[in-house]
């Protein structure tokens, strides 16, 4: 199992960044997935989550109206589009992967995390 974020990079405050997230070595199509990302000095945050259909996403309240989960089971590809973004979502971001095929929820469990990928929201 493979997991590999990528997208992140420096952004105004205001803007926008879309990141993604790689997999392979297991049936993307037949799993949850997750976002979740990690400020310096802070506990893992729980970002996002999408059904292993893609047709239902939630969101943590702190992004809740800027981003944007989604995925494309075909490529095996994780999306998260973030927009207007704020100071605060500067952190580590990642994908996981839900540990039960077929079953999550916004704070269930995952298995598998992929290297996260940074995201720095500046002036």
């Known amino acids: 199992v493979q997991l590999q974020a990528f997208g992140g990079g420096l952004v105004e405050p205001g803007g926008s960044l879309r990141l993604s997230c790689a997999v392979s070595g297991f049936a993307f199509s037949n799993y949850w997935m997750y976002w979740l990302r990690q400020a310096p000095g802070k506990g893992l945050e729980r970002v996002s989550a999408i059904t292993s259909n893609g047709r239902s996403t939630y969101s943590a309240d702190s992004v809740k109206g800027r981003f944007t989960t989604s995925r494309d089971n075909a490529k095996n590809t994780l999306h998260l589009q973030m927009n207007s973004l704020e100071p605060g979502d500067s952190a580590l971001y990642f994908c996981?992967?839900?540990?039960?095929?077929?079953?999550?929820?916004?704070?269930?469990?995952?298995?598998?995390r992929g290297q996260g990928t940074q995201v720095t929201v500046s002036s």
């Open positions: 996981a992967r839900g540990r039960v095929p077929g079953y999550g929820c916004l704070g269930c469990e995952y298995d598998y």
